[in-house]
């Protein structure tokens, strides 16, 4: 699903971000990525939806060499993946339904096809019951369900989290990662950038850690940190 051979990542300013990572991550794979601020892993995500280009090496998602992908591609590459933000980032003049239906008429589906498939994701997040609420109107986890129905409406391969409950407390968090589970059950690919310790030990899932633009560690079944 997730390929990097020997990636390099140093920004115009001199910045290393990235610093020879090789990194391999399997179709249905759950993983986090950890690390402190600054670490790399925002350039991670930045290299796998082509927002950034590394200085070396290569970048595959599933099968596309994503460096080498010509302009013109790159929205065929975004359309195989979801994000989600620590920010939520939804329309406000629009309902949760729409907010999601929209993901799916910019890609020109038919409202037929919107409609069922809008409901069906709004079920799988158990929002169903505030489809007609706008964003204003709802909790930052029920906003948060909002953002993640509609990162998974188009159906992407891989689903991309940075920082997802950055801005929640624990019981809702715990919610959001019930949610991501059950979306990684279906055979999504998750990959999420977090600081939430209590989350990631919580999971129990692989952890990548990144310190200084290097994987230092890389964990099937792993902690925040391993010095606990
Ligand atoms: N656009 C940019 N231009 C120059 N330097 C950058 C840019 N983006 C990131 N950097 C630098 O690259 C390094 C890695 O940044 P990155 O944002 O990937 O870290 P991060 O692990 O995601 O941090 P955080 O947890 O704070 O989001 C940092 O030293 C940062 O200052």
């Known amino acids: 699903m997730i390929e990097l051979k020997n990636v390099s990542k140093t920004y115009d300013n001199g910045s290393v971000a990235l610093d020879r990572v090789s990194l391999h991550i399997g179709k249905g794979e759950f993983v986090f990525v950890v690390g402190a601020s600054g670490a790399g892993k925002s350039t991670l995500i930045k290299l796998l939806s082509h927002e950034e280009v590394p200085t070396d090496g290569s970048v595959l998602v599933n099968g596309i060499e994503v460096n080498s992908l010509p302009k013109s591609k790159v929205p065929y590459l975004r359309r195989k993946m979801g994000i989600v933000f620590q920010d939520f980032r939804l329309l406000p003049n629009k309902t949760a339904e729409e907010n999601v239906a929209f993901a799916m008429e910019v890609i020109g589906a038919s409202?037929?096809?919107?409609?069922?498939?809008?409901?069906?994701?709004?079920?799988?997040?158990?929002?169903?019951?505030?489809?007609?609420?706008?964003?204003?109107?709802?909790?930052?986890?029920?906003q948060q369900r909002v953002a993640i129905a509609r990162a998974i409406v188009n159906r992407p391969l891989l689903l991309i989290a940075d920082e997802p409950t950055g801005n929640l407390d624990p019981e809702t968090s715990k919610g959001i990662m019930d949610t991501f589970k059950k979306i990684n059950h279906t055979g999504t690919t998750v990959l999420m950038v977090t600081h939430d310790k209590q989350m990631v030990d919580w999971m129990n899932k692989r952890v990548i850690e990144i310190v200084d633009g290097a994987i230092i560690r890389d964990e099937l079944r792993g902690g925040y940190s391993n010095e606990d």
Not at 111 to 126: A, F, N
């Open 111 to 142: 409202r037929r096809v919107i409609k069922e498939r809008v409901r069906t994701v709004l079920d799988l997040v158990g929002l169903l019951g505030k489809a007609d609420m706008l964003p204003k109107k709802l909790s930052g986890g029920e």
